[in-house]
């Protein structure tokens, strides 16, 4: 997943390697803990800052949240 993280960064202010060790960081413990609340409104926000963290760390700005709804939606 790092590696593969690593390939998609853009610009970072921050080494490649450690740059996508964060990002797998926040989208795996982001995920990890949202599951374990039992308050749904609470871990969707968690949810949701860990991804926006994320892509602003890798510099993926750009993808929106109306991009991101259309992601999670069955084909």
Request: hydrophobic share 40%.
């Amino acid at each position: 997943m790092v590696c593969r993280l690593q390939q998609g960064l853009r610009n970072s202010n921050y080494p490649d390697r450690t740059t996508a060790q964060a990002i797998a960081a926040l989208c795996v413990g982001g995920m990890v803990i949202a599951r374990a609340m039992d308050d749904h409104k609470v871990a969707e926000g968690l949810l949701k800052a860990s991804m926006t963290v994320a892509l602003h760390l890798g510099n993926w700005d750009e993808f929106t949240e109306s991009k991101r709804e259309k992601a999670r939606r069955p084909a």
